[in-house]
């Protein structure tokens, strides 16, 4: 069950009124304190001193400048009144006052979990305790706000977490284990026909059995990313409620780990192909063992296995040597590997630097966890500390089996359809969303360490900007006309998008079906109106863009159709006439607008997807009749491919839209 700290927010002055509610106690207010926003045009000083005397009664007294170009300050008052409505009603009658509020505790939006150890856990929460440096961590509890811990996806599959590890402690009080209802233990029989006797405990690839051995590595790794949260015992996990399937593969030959994933791959495709009634929705597997110093040239079956699951939609974590080595150079299995399906992670302090017997590399390690002095389950039914990158990639296992409980619909059912390109997205978020640390720039790839709270909010955020919420034009009846309207990535990589244009009514037209987007890059669409043979008055449609994970943004569309005189803003007329010719063309082109206004006049040319690929102004035109020769280039000086084109030539008044097709030279 989630607990949520009661948030306590600040309102704005200026949406406050004088008009206040009928109970007169405000419970959030501050003992004594009063906001005050004073009439604009009046001296400070003197309205202070004024209201400092009119409201001697209840001892009204400024005590601090909060805007001194707003005229926003801080007063105090005696305490027995504070929080009485009236008090405030009283006050804005005065003429000086132009908004007042009363001072508010504010609370930051986290949850923080009742279990008896949660205090020691910096790396989900750091305080600064054991002499750390607060905010050293992965911001966990501000995480648990959004993503709700209680084991499952939007549409209603059991997340799990595959660790492979040494062995575990199946009866940890702090656990939930996964079990496989539908085999029978101990028959000797494969009852639910995945190839594998008697795995309901999970699978030892060890001894091919389905025998778990009790070991304190596995133990520990687990309790990181997945121990039982908010019960009153013990440690925290990333993920509270997600169930953790246990795979012994630590072994010191290769074969044992190539089995051991085989057993992962062959549970999430049983799932998938049974519809959910057997298998196990396994999402991340999480491995903190490795070779060190090995070449990867020499593992292609290992790295094989991860691309094997990542087509499924399993994501891997590893971790990196325990050495004061530069992997890049030395070599590192499995972190050497380059599938796309495997994040490389490397152990950082409570001080936020990389921990001294860790590895580093740009290439092999993709960013830092947190992996010194971390306490978590170990055997039979304890707890303890231990450090090291073992301790470190369970965070990033754990965070992205959170991301799976905090997707929304729209995700899950991209991620059904398209699994294997939504786990590199889900990568992609977790790389994009790390804290920058100093120096990390040459530790990892990533530049810094990861923090699940910005890797959950850019996966239930918006991804895509429009430049406004609403494009909005005015036309004069049986006229036409073109706007640009903007689009902005808001994540660090590339980022793809359709255009929905299901709901755009017929008066509008896009000339766009998709696009990328550079990472932290902005683009424009061209949108075009007709106002012919419209009647006159406002009109409304829906413009949609949805990126490749499924969110989807809508742009409002509004037509407004008035007589020319009628425009606010200045007279304008029907969109001025295009011609172009020769159309279609091969060199050059000779565009001709008709009765251009007088001042700045632009010339944009967009491709047939809706970007625009050349453009121009010119300032100081005359008013009446203008022309332009484009060659066919774009702005860089590049000849273009032969399509079809549309020029869009006008000023912040009016312009005009004309397709033009560009034949081969």
Known sequence: MNI???????VPFWLLSPDVPDHDI????????????????????????????????????????????????????????????????????NALVNKLQFDHYIALREVIPDDSLFDEQWALKNTGQAGGIPGADIDAAMAWEVAFNDGLTALGDTIVIAIVDDGFALGHEDMHYRKNRNEIPGNGIDDDGNGYIDDYDGWNAIYSSGYIQPKDHGQHVAGIAAARGNNGKGVSGINWNVQVMPVVGASTVESVVVEAYSYVYSMRKLYDESGGAKGAYVVVTNSSFGVDFGNPDDYPVWESMYDSLGSLGIMNVSATMNGIWNVDEVGDIPGGFTTDYLISVTNTTNKDEKYLAAGWGTVSVDLGAPGKSIISTRIPNSYGYKTGTSMAAPHVAGSLALMFAAAGDAFMLRYQQEPASMTRFLKNLILDGVDPLPGFDTICGSGGRLNVNNAVRKLVN????????????????????????????????????????????PWAEVYLSAGTLPPSGQDTLLICFNAIGMDEGTYFGTLSLTDMAGMSIPLVLQMTVVPVQGIEGGPVSSSPGLQAYPNPFHGSIRVVAGNVESGRIGFSVYSSSGLLVYSREEYNVGHGVYEFIWDGRDAGGGLLPPGIYFIRVGNANRSSCLRVIRMPV
């Open 462 to 505: 918006p991804r895509i900007q429009f430049q406004g919420d609403t494009l909005s034009i005015s036309l004069a009846p049986d006229s036409t006309a073109c706007e640009t309207n903007g689009i902005a990535n808001l994540l660090g990589f590339e980022l793809s998008y359709v255009v929905d244009t299901e709901e755009m009514p």
């Open 4 to 10: 949520r700290l009661i948030i306590i927010l600040f």
């Open 26 to 93: 405000d419970d959030n207010a501050v003992p004594g304190k009063m906001i005050i926003q004073l009439r604009p045009g009046i001296s400070h000083i003197k309205a202070i001193g004024i209201l400092e005397n009119a409201y001697a009664g209840v001892q009204l007294e400024a005590e601090k400048c909060l805007s001194q170009e707003l005229g926003i300050w801080l007063f105090s008052y005696e305490p027995v009144h504070t929080g009485k409505r009236s008090l405030l009603k009283e006050i804005a009658g």
